[in-house]
Every structure is written in structure tokens, then in C-alpha cells.
């Protein structure tokens, strides 16, 4: 089993929708979960922080469920400019690095 | 904001060349890492280097990639002699420290190889 694992996607959506992403990690001590976001032959670039809480940062919210090792994306009221890779990232205190999931591509359609 | 800086941005080479990517991170981050990316997959941690010290690089294939970061600021990715399979994008990040909400992953442009 792989240490993250995301929903394989891609997921086609017109604009307007609103569209959730999912994430589960293997590794119950792990600490800090982010996600992050990847346009086409480009870096990553983070896009939040989840915290145990959960929160929002506009159109989008994070939420976190340690009980379940899930974390989930929100993005409400799809813009184009939303069409990207989600990456999501969980911090392995262990091994002490950054472990990325696959990705989930999301095309936002007009 | 202060930026990752990588270069080059594009290599082609040919098989059996040595090949060198460099990095130099976000002032003040102790925590630096060399990842690789083959597209449709996400990055994958090649070695990570806490100042001037490996912490790990257990997935570096180490009979011909070699990484150096000798004075704990910029750091040296190589490859010798490349492989067909060697192809991808070589991301350079950097965080404060090591992965606390207040210290993600900061990434540079990378480095797209292509080996021919």
C-alpha cells in the first residue's frame, strides 16, 4: 500500500461546480498535511495547510480526519484558472520528509 | 517572496554524459531537498539534506547520482553517466525547518532533463 494515496482522477468539471478531492495516508503519526497545487510542466506551489480544525481560504477548504487518515479539498465555484494537479502532502515525523500522493488532475471546463 | 533558485531550467543530454543541476534555497532554510518527478506521478525524494548534512538519501540511486551541499547553503545534483530512464523534472525544495505547519515545501522551477 502506498503511503498517500489520492483519487485517481482526472476530474471534468464545468465552471461554477463545486468538486472535493480525497486523500488517505498510511502512516497514523504523521503530523502535518498540506495541499498542493501543480499547473502543467511546472513546480509545485502550496495551497494550504490543513489543520486538525479544518479551514478555508476563500473557495476552498481543508479538512482533516485522523481518525480515518483522510484529508479532503474542497474548491466551491470552479473558476478555469482552477484546472491543475492536486498534490497532497503529508510530513512523515519518522523519516522526517514530505511524502507526496500521485495527484488528482482537475479540468475546469467552460 | 523569496524564491528557489535552480538552474538550468532545460537540459538535454546524451546517454552515457554527465549532467549537473543546481540549487540554491530560500535565505535562512536549514532543510533542502532534491526530488524528481516523471510526469502523470508525483515528486519523489531523491535525498535530503539538513545544513550541510545528508539526513537521507536512501532512494538515491547512488552508483550515478551523487548530491553535495558543502556549505550548508546551495547544493549540487549530478548524474554520471545519464540513463534513457533518467528523463524527468528535478525539483529543488527548501523548508525552515523540517515539516512543521510553519515551514512547508518551497519549490524551485526545476529542472526538466531529457536524456537522449
Known amino acids: 500500500r502506498k503511503e498517500v494515496e489520492q483519487d485517481p482522477g482526472p476530474f471534468n468539471v464545468p465552471e461554477g461546480a463545486t468538486v472535493a478531492f480525497n486523500c488517505t495516508y498510511s502512516?497514523?503519526?504523521?503530523?502535518?498535511f498540506f495541499w498542493y497545487r501543480q499547473d502543467c510542466r511546472k513546480e509545485p506551489k502550496l495551497l494550504m495547510s490543513?489543520?486538525?480544525s479544518g479551514n478555508e481560504d476563500g473557495r476552498f477548504t481543508a479538512q482533516l480526519n485522523r481518525a480515518s487518515q483522510y484529508i479532503s479539498l474542497l474548491i466551491r465555484d470552479s473558476k478555469l484558472s482552477d484546472s491543475a494537479t492536486y498534490l497532497c502532502v503529508v510530513y512523515d515525523n519518522y523519516g522526517q520528509n514530505f511524502v507526496f500522493g500521485p495527484g488528482t488532475r482537475l479540468s475546469v471546463l467552460p | 517572496e523569496a524564491e528557489v533558485a535552480q538552474s538550468p531550467r532545460y537540459k538535454i543530454t546524451e546517454k552515457s554524459q554527465a549532467v549537473a543541476f543546481w540549487c540554491d534555497p530560500i535565505?535562512?532554510?536549514?532543510?533542502l531537498y532534491w526530488y524528481r518527478q516523471i510526469l502523470g506521478q508525483g515528486p519523489e525524494l531523491l535525498v535530503q539534506?539538513?545544513?550541510?548534512?545528508?539526513?537521507?538519501d536512501s532512494q538515491l540511486p547512488k552508483d550515478r547520482f551523487s548530491a553535495e551541499r558543502l556549505k550548508g547553503v546551495d547544493s549540487t545534483l549530478k548524474i554520471q553517466p545519464a540513463e534513457l530512464g533518467d528523463s524527468a523534472m528535478y525539483l529543488c525544495?527548501?523548508?525552515?525547518?523540517?515539516?512543521?505547519?510553519?515551514?512547508?515545501?518551497?519549490f524551485g522551477n526545476g529542472t526538466r532533463l531529457t536524456v537522449t
Open positions: 525544495a527548501s523548508s525552515l525547518s523540517a515539516g512543521s505547519y510553519n515551514s512547508p515545501l518551497h
Open positions: 502512516n497514523s503519526a504523521s503530523q502535518s
Open positions: 539534506f539538513q545544513d550541510e548534512s545528508v539526513v537521507d
Open positions: 535565505s535562512g532554510h536549514a532543510t
Open positions: 490543513v489543520y486538525s
